[in-house]
């Protein structure tokens, strides 16, 4: 059935056309959904998201026009930004995430004289700015291999992620902290700054 054909037949036959919808369109949806929130999320988490999308994608459909997308796009776009939604909403609660300005102080020597501490303090704010610029996984795979200490495996398991995900995450991380960092940190020495 073609796009026009199952808007009309919304109007008409709505249980039918949305049969259809759902049947041919849940795999690309339940997909971009999952990309989104499987760091944070559960299976049931994203059959719930997918069940939305759809939903406002029937709340929507009158304002459909074919003429700058199809169904499949209108879908991908809804999709997208309640995986985005989730995501949030999720990362915001989920014990797995890690709390930066906590973790660097409770990982920092705080016997300093108060010059050091000036400077830590400025290096630490700098540091954990580029930090949080990463986004997600990557800033909690940072804060988990430099901060806590975790093995590449465990990172992995904890978010989901393969090893060599992980590995090559650090890998790129690091690149573009040096960049975000320009002269703060030379190459070879990003896991030293990490680690103070």
């Keep these: 059935m073609k796009d026009f054909d199952l808007l009309e037949e919304l ?23 999952n990309s989104k929130v499987s760091s944070v999320g559960t299976a049931e988490d994203v059959k719930e998201c997918v069940s939305d999308v759809f939903m406002d994608f029937y709340r929507q459909a009158k304002g459909i026009d074919l003429a700058n997308s199809s169904i499949k796009g209108y879908l991908a776009v809804i999709a997208k930004h309640k995986g985005i939604d ?12 890690v709390n930066l300005d906590e973790t660097y102080e409770q990982v920092t020597d705080n016997k300093l004289n108060p010059e ?27 804060i988990r291999k430099y901060f806590l200490g975790q093995r590449t495996k465990e990172i992995a398991e904890a978010l989901y992620l393969r090893d060599n995900t992980v590995d090559k995450k650090i890998s790129r991380g690091l690149k573009k902290l040096r ?10 020495t ?5 680690t103070k």
Excluded: C, W
């Design 86 to 97: 989730l995501y949030r909403r999720l990362a915001g609660t989920a014990s797995r995430s």
């Design 116 to 142: 050091q501490e000036v400077i830590q303090k400025e290096q630490r704010n700098v540091l954990i700015k580029a930090i949080e610029s990463l986004g997600e996984p990557d800033r909690d795979i940072f």
């Design 179 to 188: 960049i975000l960092l320009g002269g703060v940190i030379h190459e070879g």
């Design 190 to 194: 990003e896991e030293n700054l990490l």
């Design 11 to 33: 109007n008409t036959n709505p249980n039918r056309a949305m049969e259809f919808i759902i049947e041919q369109y849940t795999g690309l949806v339940y997909s971009i959904i």
